[in-house]
């Protein structure tokens, strides 16, 4: 069946550090790529989106892009803050079906 | 718009017992969504609602019942609350296209002793 793995967390950066966080999925076919947040507390938001190959979604900062060569769809940011301190999501969905990855805990320290 | 709200915020149950957790989207949405979310796993979806008067078991129904009451509201109940029933209770909705994102709820926190 579908199914996602994403990096292990919790990841912990100091503010200004690049991050990734690496995604890769196994699907019948082209599934919908999604990053979701979740701030403490909260339940999880879109971060951002792709929908084809070579899609590159963006958001506040963050990008990722959808490589259906390699299965992936890798979470980037060049500069992170204090603010970005979450868990994030990598979810493919295919037929409104969302496989969630086990989600990435990242702390970010001033 | 509230978006998707969902009560109570808490709960504790002692095991056997019975209770509903309720969800409403003011959003128009045709699809929701009822999902778990605990340590470690991510989240499972539990059932789900592509329109008004359907619904559909995701990966982990056994223990659960749904409904759905209108096109706003989605209910999810225990009927025999039990301890693996302890988790984070999510509700979402979306358009169900599968390219559109899901608008999720703040949760509800269940305890079952």
């Known amino acids: 069946g579908d199914s996602v793995t994403q990096m292990e967390g919790p990841v912990t950066l100091s503010e200004e550090a690049f991050l990734t966080i690496n995604c890769t999925y196994t699907?019948?076919?082209?599934?919908?790529l999604f990053w979701y947040v979740q701030y403490p507390g909260e339940g999880l938001q879109l971060l951002l989106k792709a929908t084809k190959a070579d899609d590159k979604g963006s958001n506040k900062g963050f990008e990722a892009t959808y490589r259906k060569e390699t299965t992936s769809f890798h979470l980037e940011k060049g500069s992170v803050q204090v603010s970005d301190s979450a868990v994030y999501f990598c979810?493919?969905?295919?037929?409104?079906?969302?496989?969630f990855g086990k989600g990435t805990r990242l702390h970010i320290l001033p | 718009n509230a978006g998707v709200t969902q009560t109570p915020k808490f709960q504790v149950l002692k095991t056997g017992q019975s209770m509903t957790l309720q969800c409403a989207q003011d959003m128009n949405h045709n699809s929701m969504y009822w999902y778990r979310q605990d340590p470690g796993m991510g989240l499972r979806l539990i059932y789900y609602?592509?329109?008004?008067?359907?619904?559909d078991k995701g990966e982990v129904p056994n223990g659960y019942n749904v409904s759905r009451l209108n096109k706003r509201e989605f209910s999810l109940r225990l009927e025999s609350a039990a301890p693996s029933q302890t988790s984070v209770y999510f509700c979402?909705?979306?358009?169900?296209?599968?390219?559109?994102?899901?608008?999720f709820g703040p949760g509800t926190r269940l305890t079952v002793l």
């Open positions: 609602s592509a329109s008004e008067g359907t619904t």
């Open positions: 979810a493919p969905n295919r037929d409104d079906k969302i496989i």
């Open positions: 979402a909705s979306g358009l169900g296209t599968g390219k559109n994102e899901q608008f």
């Open positions: 699907a019948t076919g082209y599934p919908s």
